[in-house]
């Protein structure tokens, strides 16, 4: 078992930090060895930057301002106010730290790119503070007599023990990052950039997870400033400016977004190419430009990525081509035999029941919902049960408003008016992560697996939420970490065998058939141990056989006192499934009852089908 | 409406690909969502009925034979509850209590697709609202000559039903009632063709203009006999035994053979051997797929006759593909009088009355190709222990249990085994032409 | 006119449509029903030509469809009056028309203009109103009328009578009866069955990607099964009576 901190990929690392130790060895330039604390300095900003893509998705143009805030903030507080170095690094960090969450805290909870567009205008106020508050920052003259980085006693006065010192906390901090992105957290930071919804829908608190990282990021940069600072001993304005948040966003777009390894590659590759440019003094702005362009057109992923997916075999969705149970091979040549069909009929028996089984059986109250979307009335005082234990089916025709009620069982989607009532408790106006603590489980339309995952991390992210292990534990990697990751890992072993997933554990999820993908993103909804389930039309787009097998899986979860509210199109599927149809139509609730007498209901028949004319 | 008015009769070989391609995947999606027999055959084949995009596909479709439909009595090929259902047949009576019957059900749409078909083939002819179409027809053994008397009310045309009357009286009334078309079997055609020489008759003095014989295939000499003596055109038409109707197909004026409706039926011809399909010209058995049977689809079964498909173009006008008239069976039936007779069932009939026997032979006596009587010979081994008790009553015995299972009258008699004549290729069964009878019932 | 023979079509790994085969011939008016979640807005795509179908064919007079683009397709005469209007509310009326002439020239324009206000006086009066100020009713006779300058041949509607009330529906369905009697071929999409197989002579009824019934439209709508391809089986047993 690997010593705590140490991170899973830890033998890629050795080489790198066997290189980067053995290089000031063989050379002799000086100026070469500016360079590299130069790139090193720029990759602990793009570290930090990668982190915050890696897991928001949202890029941030004003990472110089925080490097800036970093380098000043420290100058000013060692400088002009003589604190001790370390005291001038804690207090910039901390500040950067207060101001970064003051910026993501409105920002982060909009969707769409305003943070881009907040930290864009954020850096170009810090520029000009810098510029403008002379009496402080020494204005546009600069900032000198900066006391030089010391360890103690130990000055680092050369470019050598600048670079040694550089370039090993640029590792510790790589080492750490790498640590937290494989850890629990890791996973929930990299779900909520690819499907933040879903991510919320598991339980997972995104706008909370999204605001830490950005400021994690901060702080990455402050501390690259602060060493940046304590190097160069004189600081001005110039350096902070938009151009150097751009030059590091390139970076991260060259090397690969949210790609720790590319990152590097990507630094180390633009740090150096201005020196290449020289002679094109005013023309590198273009070449930059031209640069991030061609990347960005031809390798959108990033440069790594492409390289990789270059050299690893290419991978194909799973479509329904999949195996066929042995011994019932088809004639050659004969009707349908290219295309097979899954019959393993997965029966998830003894997972272990969902906190709903407690004596009388638990229930969804759902009381007078109404909703509007601007003009239209999308619910009209909506309200019934959901008893533990049993199916109810919520039908209606185009428009009739059933997956807008869905949302709001959810939390995705607030009513004008309303209750919901899970076991006495109000879930009404609770956010989509806290409902799913309070065990509510939910599938969608359109199965939402994480694509780039295996098929096991998709359902770990199912167990988040039985998961403790926070940012400081995922840093470290600690023992506690690891051992709370094992015992989720074979949890969820268990749970895929229960699926007859077992044996694909490992494959990227991309490789399932379509009914593999439900019954992944069923299982993944109930690691949650809801006490109610909502499906979203679970059997969309399956062919018979396919359909059947996941009418039987749902059919058995009724034995553990699960309570399902289900929305299907497919008539047959509803009328065997359920115990009881609610029908809306117009968003108003126009009929409930069994399935038989639905079946014959007049209302029921001229919602869908109309009436006859003349 | 001539040929030429009838949309479905023009139109090109691409449109009835067309619909025939639309009504086959339509017809493959109800079978197997609704019919049990279907279903499993499908599923055990890992099959769905997307994999059929065109009629190649098709090809790989399993055949439905007559067995299939004994063996799933009774539900198994229905593809719609009994609510639906309007009309029941028994096409294939149950012999004793071995062999299950085959009973088909017809919704209102069935019924009113027969009733068109039978309409269309009336119209082919040039029947119309001022012809009076006498249907003479044994109802109790034919019920799908019911369909003639419906087709006939609904063009219009005045009908005399003249059901299990005599020869005389069906010319009697011919005369009478200056019926201008007649319907009914082969076989009864040549028995009034026999009683109209022996007592005289003069074609002329009646007023018909054509004759229609069937659901039995028309040999060439029953035709021009009836023709000769008549001195009308004689047409025949074709229906499956197992599907209870005939008007399947029908003869236009021009005679190259019969056209098929094929807008509600998908014909193929295919090796009765090997099943491998074959092109239109080849000899082969019919394989029938119904397009629009709501009630009882049937998918590739197997007819059991042998024809040969033509494609092109008729003389009369009409784009839909003909057969030839059926040439002969692929199994042993035998018909007699227009009551199919399988020489199997009578084995297992009679085996059932006397355990004893030993072997048995069907003589058929035939008129013009015609089957019109029959008669069995029985082999048993000891003449002691007779069932039924004496010769006499056993002999009675017989008979009834064969006229109840078959409708048909015959007769038996006990031979010694080196006096049992050489069966032919049919299963235990010879053929005798002989001299018309006398003066009999249909 | 149109041919559509056996067409498949996919989203990713759902399948959407299978085995669809119907056809309309020229002078008729077809509907194509069936319930939400059916396929109909799938198979109207991939006859504008949005998603192409991995498997079968399309016939647009005797020309197949699969690798036309959906610009040429109109140009061939298959022109669609989409779901839910799908105006440009911010453009007036007759902007609204002129851009559905859009492929021809402006003397065609003026010209068809002529005709669709004789059909829609209601669009001549408001003719320099903003489109989205205009009621559910007014606004489906527009996106009709967006069409018809087009000069199809072929005209597809779908979903003309959702969301709009009883009476609005009537008369919409009224309008495409007198424009069929004048001439155009129409394809009726919905999801009424009861009101579109009134106006249209022949149905098909779409479940779940498959066409299980087909036929006359009087017949269809005395049809049990049209009534089981929305609602499911209503039997168990088939001895039930």
């Known amino acids: 078992m690997n010593p705590i901190i140490v991170p899973r990929q830890w033998r890629a690392l050795l080489p790198l930090a066997v290189v980067l130790w053995g290089l000031p060895l063989v050379m002799r330039n000086d100026y070469l060895l500016l360079l590299c604390n130069v790139m090193a300095l720029n990759a602990m900003v793009v570290l930090g930057l990668n982190l915050l893509i890696a897991s928001t998705g949202q890029v941030s143009l004003g990472h110089a301002a925080f490097y800036g805030l970093g380098?000043?903030?420290?100058?000013?507080?060692?400088?002009?106010?003589?604190?001790?170095?370390?005291?001038?690094?804690?207090?910039?960090?901390?500040?950067?730290?207060?101001?970064?969450?003051?910026?993501?805290?409105?920002?982060?909870?909009?969707?769409?790119?305003?943070?881009?567009?907040?930290?864009?205008?954020?850096?170009?106020?810090?520029?000009?503070?810098?510029?403008?508050?002379?009496?402080?920052?020494?204005?546009?003259?600069?900032?000198?007599?900066?006391?030089?980085?010391?360890?103690?006693?130990?000055?680092?006065?050369?470019?050598?023990?600048?670079?040694?010192?550089?370039?090993?906390?640029?590792?510790?901090?790589?080492?750490?990052?790498?640590?937290?992105?494989?850890s629990r957290l890791g996973r929930a930071l990299k779900a909520i950039h690819q499907k933040e919804l879903t991510a919320e829908v598991l339980g997972i608190p995104a706008r909370r997870y999204k605001i830490v990282t950005f400021v994690l990021s901060t702080v990455y940069a402050a501390v690259a400033g602060f060493s940046y600072a304590h190097y160069v001993t004189f600081i001005s304005p110039k350096t902070f400016d938009i151009f150097y948040s751009v030059q590091i966003v390139t970076m991260v777009a060259v090397g690969g977004m949210g790609s720790l390894w590319g990152g590097l590659?990507?630094?180390?590759?633009?740090?150096?190419?201005?020196?290449?440019?020289?002679?094109?003094?005013?023309?590198?702005?273009?070449?930059?430009?031209?640069?991030?362009?061609?990347?960005?057109?031809?390798?959108?992923?990033?440069?790594?990525?492409?390289?990789?997916?270059?050299?690893?075999?290419?991978?194909?969705?799973?479509?329904?081509?999949?195996?066929?149970?042995?011994?019932?091979?088809?004639?050659?040549?004969?009707?349908?035999?290219?295309?097979?069909?899954?019959?393993?009929?997965?029966?998830?028996?003894?997972?272990?029941?969902?906190?709903?089984?407690?004596?009388?059986?638990?229930?969804?109250?759902?009381?007078?919902?109404?909703?509007?979307?601007?003009?239209?009335?999308?619910?009209?005082?909506?309200?019934?049960?959901?008893?533990?234990?049993?199916?109810?089916?919520?039908?209606?025709?185009?428009?009739?408003?059933?997956?807008?009620?869905?949302?709001?069982?959810?939390?995705?989607?607030?009513?004008?008016?309303?209750?919901?009532?899970?076991?006495?408790?109000?879930?009404?106006?609770?956010?989509?992560?806290?409902?799913?603590?309070?065990?509510?489980?939910?599938?969608?339309?359109?199965?939402?697996?994480?694509?780039?995952?295996?098929?096991?991390?998709?359902?770990?992210?199912?167990?988040?939420?039985?998961?403790?292990?926070?940012?400081?534990?995922?840093?470290?990697?600690?023992?506690?970490?690891?051992?709370?990751?094992?015992?989720?890992?074979?949890?969820?072993?268990?749970?895929?065998?229960?699926?007859?997933?077992?044996?694909?554990?490992?494959?990227?999820?991309?490789?399932?058939s379509l009914l593999e993908q439900k019954l992944l993103e069923l299982a993944r909804a109930l690691a949650l141990s809801p006490s109610i389930l909502l499906l979203d039309e679970p059997v969309g787009g399956l062919n018979p056989l396919e359909s059947e097998v996941l009418v039987e899986t749902i059919s058995s979860l009724r034995e553990r006192g699960i309570g399902v509210l289900l929305v299907e199109h497919d008539m047959n599927v509803v009328m065997q499934l359920s115990d009881r149809i609610e029908v809306l139509q117009h968003g108003n609730r126009i009929a409930s009852g069994p399935p038989r007498e639905i079946r014959q209901d007049p209302r029921v028949i001229a919602a869908y089908l109309g009436t006859r004319r003349r | 409406m001539a040929v030429s008015q009838n949309p479905i009769a023009v139109m090109s070989r691409d449109e009835v690909g067309q619909l025939q391609l639309e009504r086959l995947q339509m017809t493959l999606n109800r079978a197997y969502f609704k019919v049990d027999f279907y279903r499993k055959r499908m599923d055990v084949l890992r099959m769905l009925p997307e994999d059929v995009g065109t009629f190649e596909d098709f090809r790989q479709f399993p055949f439905t034979t007559r067995e299939d439909l004994t063996d799933h009595y009774p539900y198994g090929l229905f593809a719609v509850p009994l609510r639906s259902i309007v009309r029941l047949k028994i096409t294939s009576p149950p012999l004793r209590d071995q062999t299950r019957p085959i009973v088909v059900g017809f919704t209102r749409h069935d019924t009113a697709m027969w009733q068109a078909l039978m309409v269309r083939l009336f119209e082919q002819l040039g029947v119309t609202d001022r012809d009076i179409v006498q249907v003479a027809f044994n109802f109790s053994l034919f019920p799908g000559a019911f369909t003639f008397n419906h087709a006939a009310?609904?063009?219009?045309?005045?009908?005399?039903?003249?059901?299990?009357?005599?020869?005389?009286?069906?010319?009697?009334?011919?005369?009478?009632?200056?019926?201008?078309?007649?319907?009914?079997?082969?076989?009864?055609?040549?028995?009034?063709?026999?009683?109209?020489?022996?007592?005289?008759?003069?074609?002329?003095?009646?007023?018909?203009?054509?004759?229609?014989?069937?659901?039995?295939?028309?040999?060439?000499?029953?035709?021009?006999?009836?023709?000769?003596?008549?001195?009308?055109?004689?047409?025949?038409?074709?229906?499956?035994?197992?599907?209870?109707?005939?008007?399947?197909?029908?003869?236009?004026?021009?005679?190259?053979?019969?056209?098929?409706?094929?807008?509600?039926?998908?014909?193929?011809?295919?090796?009765?051997?090997?099943?491998?399909?074959?092109?239109?010209?080849?000899?082969?058995?019919?394989?029938?797929?119904?397009?629009?049977?709501?009630?009882?689809?049937?998918?590739?079964?197997?007819?059991?006759?042998?024809?040969?498909?033509?494609?092109?173009?008729?003389?009369?006008?009409?784009?839909?593909?003909?057969?030839?008239?059926?040439?002969?069976?692929?199994?042993?039936?035998?018909?007699?009088?227009?009551?199919?007779?399988?020489?199997?069932?009578?084995?297992?009939?009679?085996?059932?009355?006397?355990?004893?026997?030993?072997?048995?032979?069907?003589?058929?006596?035939?008129?013009?190709?015609?089957?019109?009587?029959?008669?069995?010979?029985?082999?048993?081994?000891?003449?002691?222990?007779?069932?039924?008790?004496?010769?006499?009553?056993?002999?009675?015995?017989?008979?009834?249990?064969?006229?109840?299972?078959?409708g048909l009258g015959v007769r038996v008699q006990v031979v010694e085994p080196e006096r049992l004549p050489r069966e032919g290729l049919t299963y235990k069964t010879v053929f005798r032409n002989v001299s018309p009878f006398s003066d009999d019932v249909p | 006119m149109l041919r559509v023979k056996g067409v498949s079509v996919r989203y990713g790994s759902v399948q959407v449509l299978r085995r669809v085969s119907f056809h309309v011939a020229e002078n008729e008016i077809v509907a194509l029903i069936g319930a939400n979640g059916a396929g109909k807005s799938t198979l109207l795509r991939a006859l504008s030509g949005i998603n192409r179908p991995f498997e079968g064919e399309i016939l647009f007079r005797g020309e197949p469809l699969l690798k036309v683009s959906p610009e040429r397709i109109v140009r061939m005469g298959l022109v669609q009056v989409p779901e839910a209007r799908q105006l440009f509310p911010n453009m007036t009326v007759l902007e609204n028309l002129e851009l559905g002439g859009y492929l021809y020239g402006l003397k065609h324009v003026r010209a068809k203009l002529a005709e669709i206000y004789e059909l829609f006086p209601v669009l001549m009066e408001r003719s320099r109103q903003k489109a989205g100020t205009l009621s559910g009713g007014e606004q489906q006779m527009l996106s009709i009328g967006r069409a018809l300058m087009a000069r199809p041949r072929l005209l597809v509607l779908d979903e003309p009578s959702m969301g709009l009330a009883p009476l609005i529906v009537e008369e919409i369905y009224r309008t495409i009866e007198a424009l069929h009697r004048e001439g155009t071929t129409v394809l009726l999409v919905e999801q009424n069955a009861m009101g579109a197989l009134a106006v249209a002579e022949r149905g098909y009824v779409l479940e779940t990607g498959r066409i299980v019934l087909s036929g006359r439209a009087d017949e269809l709508m005395e049809h049990d099964d049209v009534q089981r391809a929305y609602l499911g089986k209503d039997y168990e047993y088939k001895w039930e009576r």
């Open chain 2, 153 to 406: 009310e609904m063009l219009g045309a005045t009908l005399a039903p003249s059901a299990t009357i005599s020869a005389t009286m069906q010319l009697r009334i011919m005369q009478d009632f200056r019926s201008t078309v007649l319907a009914t079997t082969a076989a009864f055609a040549l028995h009034i063709v026999d009683t109209m020489e022996r007592q005289g008759w003069d074609a002329s003095g009646l007023h018909l203009r054509l004759i229609l014989l069937g659901p039995d295939p028309l040999s060439e000499i029953t035709r021009r006999r009836v023709e000769a003596v008549f001195g009308v055109p004689v047409y025949g038409l074709y229906g499956v035994a197992e599907m209870g109707e005939p008007g399947m197909a029908g003869e236009c004026p021009s005679r190259q053979g019969l056209h098929l409706a094929e807008d509600q039926f998908l014909a193929e011809i295919v090796n009765p051997a090997t099943g491998e399909p074959l092109a239109p010209g080849q000899e082969g058995e019919l394989v029938l797929t119904t397009l629009t049977a709501e009630g009882y689809p049937l998918i590739r079964f197997r007819t059991g006759d042998i024809t040969v498909l033509r494609d092109t173009p008729c003389a009369c006008g009409s784009t839909l593909a003909r057969i030839i008239p059926i040439l002969r069976r692929t199994d042993n039936r035998i018909s007699i009088r227009g009551i199919p007779v399988y020489p199997e069932h009578v084995e297992e009939l009679l085996k059932g009355v006397d355990p004893g026997m030993e072997d048995f032979r069907l003589v058929i006596h035939t008129q013009y190709g015609i089957g019109e009587q029959m008669e069995i010979l029985i082999c048993r081994a000891a003449t002691d222990d007779l069932p039924g008790g004496n010769r006499a009553q056993y002999l009675e015995l017989l008979r009834s249990q064969v006229r109840r299972a078959l």
């Open chain 1, 71 to 182: 380098a000043y903030l420290s100058a000013i507080a060692s400088t002009t106010w003589q604190w001790p170095l370390f005291a001038a690094l804690a207090f910039a960090a901390a500040s950067v730290a207060v101001i970064a969450f003051l910026l993501a805290l409105p920002t982060l909870k909009l969707e769409g790119h305003y943070l881009v567009m907040a930290t864009l205008g954020f850096n170009i106020i810090v520029f000009i503070c810098f510029n403008q508050m002379e009496s402080v920052t020494g204005g546009p003259s600069g900032f000198s007599g900066i006391p030089r980085l010391a360890l103690g006693s130990f000055a680092l006065n050369t470019d050598l023990r600048f670079y040694v010192f550089i370039w090993t906390l640029f590792l510790v901090a790589f080492a750490l990052t790498l640590n937290l992105l494989d």
């Open chain 1, 265 to 512: 590659a990507g630094t180390i590759l633009l740090t150096a190419l201005p020196e290449l440019l020289h002679h094109f003094e005013d023309l590198h702005v273009l070449l930059y430009g031209l640069i991030l362009m061609g990347v960005l057109v031809f390798c959108p992923q990033g440069l790594l990525p492409a390289l990789k997916s270059l050299l690893s075999a290419r991978l194909k969705t799973g479509g329904t081509a999949i195996l066929r149970p042995a011994g019932m091979d088809r004639p050659p040549g004969s009707v349908g035999a290219g295309r097979g069909r899954n019959v393993s009929a997965p029966f998830p028996a003894g997972h272990p029941a969902g906190t709903g089984m407690q004596g009388d059986l638990p229930a969804l109250k759902l009381s007078d919902i109404s909703l509007d979307f601007g003009g239209l009335q999308a619910l009209n005082q909506v309200g019934f049960d959901i008893p533990g234990g049993r199916v109810v089916a919520l039908i209606g025709p185009n428009g009739a408003g059933k997956t807008t009620l869905l949302n709001v069982v959810s939390g995705l989607l607030r009513p004008r008016n309303g209750q919901i009532l899970l076991r006495d408790r109000s879930l009404i106006g609770k956010s989509p992560c806290l409902v799913a603590r309070e065990g509510i489980g939910r599938t969608f339309q359109a199965v939402q697996i994480f694509q780039d995952f295996t098929v096991l991390d998709n359902l770990l992210l199912g167990y988040h939420l039985q998961g403790h292990a926070g940012f400081l534990a995922g840093y470290l990697h600690t023992r506690a970490e690891r051992r709370e990751e094992a015992v989720l890992r074979d949890r969820a072993l268990e749970h895929l065998d229960d699926f007859g997933l077992a044996e694909k554990a490992h494959s990227p999820a991309q490789q399932l």
